[in-house]
């Protein structure tokens, strides 16, 4: 299995300058072995299915594979794991490396992540000024966890 090796950060609201045309997306998880994530994807007209193993540090094993956007659309309307995640996702290169920031909609509206997959989990890399708190190790900022516990329940539970 091919494997991802992928840091996430919080991103400061100076991003918004350098951000220009996205892809918006839709997308949901169904249940999966615990540690696992099996999630459905739309993004510009065509749909994804991917198997992610179990993380460990910042690396997991990933598959994803093109599906009918009937199915996909089928699979997002029957039993799935939480809420759909609806983002819009930009690339930014910096210094040799390409960002990806998604800024999320619905429930997880004014959340903003940045992701760079890396060749090592190791490798060093520039971080540009609008990059923030690592977020790789918190499993509360990955998009499965926010599909069942969005922010916009963060203030509500913890008060």
């Given at each position: 299995m091919p494997l991802e090796i992928e840091r996430r950060f919080?991103?400061?609201?100076?991003?918004?300058?350098?951000?220009?045309?996205?892809?918006?997306?839709?997308?949901?998880?169904?249940?999966?072995?615990?540690?696992?994530?099996?999630?459905?994807?739309?993004?510009r007209g065509k749909a994804f299915l991917t198997r992610k193993g179990r993380?460990?540090?910042?690396?997991r094993e990933e598959v994803?594979?093109?599906?009918?956007?009937?199915?996909?659309?089928?699979?997002?309307?029957?039993?799935?794991v939480g809420d759909l995640i609806e983002k819009t996702r930009y690339r930014i290169h910096h210094q040799g490396f390409r960002w990806e920031v998604d800024v999320?909609?619905?429930?997880?509206a004014g959340l903003v992540i940045a992701e760079i997959e890396l060749?090592?989990?190791?490798?060093?890399?520039p971080r540009p000024d609008w990059i923030g708190d690592e977020v790789t190790h918190d499993a509360h900022y990955s998009n499965s966890a926010l599909s069942r516990r969005p922010i916009s329940t963060w203030r509500r539970q913890a008060a």
């Amino acid at each position: 299995m091919p494997l991802e090796i992928e840091r996430r950060f919080l991103v400061d609201g100076s991003v918004r300058a350098e951000l220009r045309a996205g892809d918006r997306i839709l997308q949901g998880y169904l249940p999966a072995p615990d540690g696992c994530t099996t999630r459905v994807r739309i993004v510009r007209g065509k749909a994804f299915l991917t198997r992610k193993g179990r993380k460990t540090g910042c690396c997991r094993e990933e598959v994803e594979r093109e599906i009918k956007l009937e199915t996909a659309l089928r699979l997002l309307s029957g039993k799935r794991v939480g809420d759909l995640i609806e983002k819009t996702r930009y690339r930014i290169h910096h210094q040799g490396f390409r960002w990806e920031v998604d800024v999320f909609h619905g429930a997880n509206a004014g959340l903003v992540i940045a992701e760079i997959e890396l060749e090592h989990p190791d490798a060093d890399f520039p971080r540009p000024d609008w990059i923030g708190d690592e977020v790789t190790h918190d499993a509360h900022y990955s998009n499965s966890a926010l599909s069942r516990r969005p922010i916009s329940t963060w203030r509500r539970q913890a008060a």
